[in-house]
T-cell receptor, first 112, second 112 residues
Framework: DTAVSQTPKYLVTQMGNDKSIKCEQN?????MYWYKQDSKKFLKIMFS???????INETVPNRFSPKSPDKAHLNLHINSLELGDSAVYFC???????????FGSGTRLTVV | KQEVTQIPAALSVPEGENLVLNCSFT??????LQWFRQDPGKGLTSLLL?????REQTSGRLNASLDKSSGRSTLYIAASQPGDSATYLC???????????FGEGTQLTVNP
């Protein structure tokens, strides 16, 4: 299946831990994104990569570090997790910078 | 900075009714606008993408329009069905390289 795949789907962890969320797309898209959906269901951009190059870096804590080893992958590493990091994190991709987006199914992160 | 607003926040209709969901954006120099559907606990499914040069797009029972001069987009759903129940999100892009800015969504319930 052609899709944007995120792992894990659910992640429960303790405060202070470091965790990673992986994202892969097999659509041949050039651009990938990370979005955060908070408890009020509002979606907000975190990062955007085009051809492995960071092009959007919103005001997120530097505990969040994206890594794009190639065009098909954009992973999100989070250090020293805090309670406020609990949210659903969505990966997305688009063919080019101006194209429509395809979203993954999300990773529900719960920090306890 | 683009801001996107959706009205109403929630809508409940009987099955078979035609309905309109509204989306407003602040910057008329919009590059494109995309409508998504999100089912509870799921990811986002792209419904329609309208480029700035287009006035509307249609897919099955869905029709989305774009009026840049008034800063509005509407999503028309014909002959609504219980399976249409979901949260509908609109999102606008200012330029090809900018972020996709989301509205807060309209939660639609279609009652059998």
């Amino acid at each position: 299946d052609t899709a944007v795949s995120q792992t894990p789907k659910y992640l429960v962890t303790q405060m202070g831990n470091d965790k990673s969320i992986k994202c892969e797309q097999n659509l041949g898209h050039d651009t990938m994104y990370w979005y955060k959906q908070d408890s009020k269901k509002f979606l907000k951009i975190m990062f955007s990569y085009n051809n492995k190059e960071l092009i959007i870096n919103e005001t997120v804590p530097n505990r969040f570090s994206p890594k794009s080893p190639d065009k098909a992958h954009l992973n999100l590493h989070i250090n020293s997790l805090e309670l406020g990091d609990s949210a659903v994190y969505f990966c997305a991709s688009s063919l080019t910078l101006g194209s429509g987006y395809t979203f993954g199914s999300g990773t529900r992160l719960t920090v306890v | 900075k683009q801001e996107v607003t959706q009205i109403p926040a929630a809508l409940s209709v009987p099955e078979g009714e035609n309905l309109v969901l509204n989306c407003s954006f602040t910057d008329s120099a919009i590059y494109n606008l995309q409508w998504f559907r999100q089912d509870p606990g799921k990811g986002l499914t792209s419904l329609l993408l309208i480029q700035s040069s287009q006035r509307e797009q249609t897919s099955g029972r869905l029709n989305a329009s774009l009026d840049k001069s008034s800063g509005r987009s509407t999503l028309y759903i014909a002959a609504s069905q219980p399976g249409d129940s979901a949260t509908y999100l609109c999102a606008g892009k200012e330029t090809s390289g900018s972020r996709l800015t989301f509205g807060e969504g309209t939660q639609l319930t279609v009652n059998p």
